[in-house]
């Protein structure tokens, strides 16, 4: 561990401080430059950095951080820029410390079945260094070629394979990060048995870039399973997609999938696409599920779909063992993300719900946006297997009123489930108003503590996952 100077800067001098640490082409203060770090990918979130900064090193990362920290200034993380709450871009005046730079790849180890990447290779680099040798990343999601390590640890990732895997914080074993005063703290051994206090790898994952900045992270690797088969069902409802996905679960212990989308979206997607009906005629629900094993599963796939076809509800299905079959299926769930935004600015609500409440939830979720907001448009799809939804609503975003009305409505009848306000983007700006909803006073309390003696002075992310 190393800790630097510090000392009081001028704020008006720090550019030229941060040149000499990063090189000046790694100082970007030219508004035509920096506008593309400055709005996140929805659309919905902007503000203005006094500059971008790209560290190439973690001893670079905490030069900037000592420097921003002795000028006062405070600094957002950006990775991939491909959050969806608005957590890695500025809200005004900030510098944006990007991370994209920190690129290395490390020996892949296929005895502890570990690597250690720079924080912002991106997943698709990171799923191309590893697959040759046989092993995989546990989590995945349709941002992989832009999404970075840095970020998917920072946001505590889900994505499309928790079902089996679980969230990021489940495959990180060690990280490398710099506070806000530029102390680097490195815990890379990845010994899967460690128990000398506290966690902190595990505090960093899901922090958001509110406590530290991450430099590097060795994850744990999974086995590549090549042999995959993938299912389409269509379904009279969600209560159905459910009751199916019971059956599954029983029969299969080797499910990856089991994703959720309904009529709505899947106009959406074909409009967008030009896809054509993924099945014959229109159905309310359809529940996508893989699964993956070192032998083709297809045969056991095949007995518990026999299993789940005797269920009320399941009006047809359709399998792809081989991989353009199975990506064209993927296709459907994975296009809604950009689909929806190519209809304009959603509103985006990530929120978890207990199983058992899911069904009820998302027939009354239409109807409670549109009392908030008349006229707005709801897309819900999402992750069945964890109860997590993504609540898309049309209509509204660049009205504050109704933004904040719909907002208000559905996550208030979220809580009312016992659900979560956030299943897996973290949150960020968007949500930071609404935390209290689903975390009580005493565990916003500790969150404070915890942040306060990490960044006492309040400089990283700024307004980001805790009211300022
Ligand atoms: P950014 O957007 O750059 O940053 C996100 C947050 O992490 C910010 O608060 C930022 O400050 C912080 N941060 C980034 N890097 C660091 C670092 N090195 N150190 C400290 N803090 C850091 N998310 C899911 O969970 N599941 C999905 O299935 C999923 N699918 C998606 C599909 C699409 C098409 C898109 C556009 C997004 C999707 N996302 C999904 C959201 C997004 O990809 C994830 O949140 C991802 O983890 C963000 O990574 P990033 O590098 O782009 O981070
Ligand atoms: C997804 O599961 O596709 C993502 O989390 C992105 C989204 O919510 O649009
Ligand atoms: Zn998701």
Redo the contacts with the bound molecule.
């Keep these: 561990m190393t800790s630097g100077p510090g000392g009081r800067c001028d704020p008006a001098d720090l550019e030229n401080r941060l040149r000499a640490v990063v090189g000046r082409p790694n100082v970007l203060t030219d508004r035509d430059v920096t506008v593309s770090y400055e709005t ?3 659309r919905r979130f902007s503000g203005h950095a006094r500059c971008v900064v790209r560290p190439g090193t973690t001893e670079e990362v905490a030069e900037v951080l000592r420097a921003c920290s002795a000028a006062g200034v405070p600094v ?10 608005g ?3 500025p809200a005004g005046g900030e510098a944006l410390l990007s ?1 994209t730079r ?1 690129r290395a790849l490390g020996d892949v180890d296929p005895v502890a079945a570990q690597v250690t990447v720079g ?2 290779v ?2 698709a680099a990171l799923q191309r260094h590893v697959r040759p040798h046989g092993l995989d990343l546990g ?5 992989r070629d ?15 394979k928790v079902i089996r895997h679980g ?2 914080r489940a495959q990180v074993v060690g990280l490398q ?1 710099v506070l806000a005063d530029g102390t680097v703290l490195t815990r890379l051994t990845g010994l899967p048995k460690d128990n000398t206090g506290y966690d902190l790898v595990s505090l ?1 994952a899901g ?9 590097a992270v060795r994850v744990r690797l999974v086995p590549v399973l090549a042999a995959r088969t993938a299912a389409l069902l269509a379904l009279d409802g969600t209560a159905t997609a459910l009751a199916a996905l019971a059956v599954l679960r029983e029969q299969l212990p080797a499910i990856e999938g089991a994703e959720l989308f309904l009529a709505t979206g899947l106009d959406v997607v074909r409009r967008h696409t030009g896809l054509p009906a993924p099945l014959p005629g229109e159905h309310p629900a359809y529940l996508l599920v893989e699964v993956a094993g070192r032998t083709d599963p297809t045969g056991e796939l095949l007995v518990a779909l026999e299993e789940v076809s005797g269920l009320d509800g399941v009006r047809d299905v359709v399998l792809a063992s081989d991989g353009p079959g199975r990506e064209r299926l993927w296709r459907y769930r ?1 296009a809604h ?2 689909a929806v935004s190519a209809e304009g600015v959603p509103v985006k609500l ?1 929120v978890a719900v207990p199983v058992g409440r899911l069904a009820d939830v998302v027939a009354v979720l239409p109807d409670v946006v549109t009392a908030a907001a008349p006229g707005a448009r709801t897309v819900v799809f999402g ?1 069945l297997g964890e109860g997590n939804l993504h609540v898309n609503v049309l209509g509204v975003a660049g009205d504050p009123v109704a933004e904040h009305a719909v907002e208000e409505a559905v996550l208030r009848a979220v809580a009312a489930e016992g659900g979560s306000i956030s ?4 949150v ?1 700006r968007a949500k930071v108003e609404w935390l209290s909803l689903t975390r009580s006073d005493a565990e916003i309390a500790v969150m404070r503590a915890v942040k306060g003696a990490l960044d006492p002075a309040g400089l ?2 700024p307004g ?2 805790l009211p300022r």
């Design positions: 996140d990918w929805t957002v993380v950006q990775g991939g820029n491909t959050g969806l709450v957590g890695g871009v991370t920190l924080a912002g991106t997943l989590v995945d999601l349709a941002a832009s999404a970075t390590v840095g970020g998917l640890v920072a946001t505590n990732a889900g994505g499309e969230s990021m990060a960093l922090s958001e870039g509110t406590l530290a900045v991450i430099t994975e993300t950009e990530d992750h299943a897996e983007h973290g960020g990283l992310n980001v996952l």
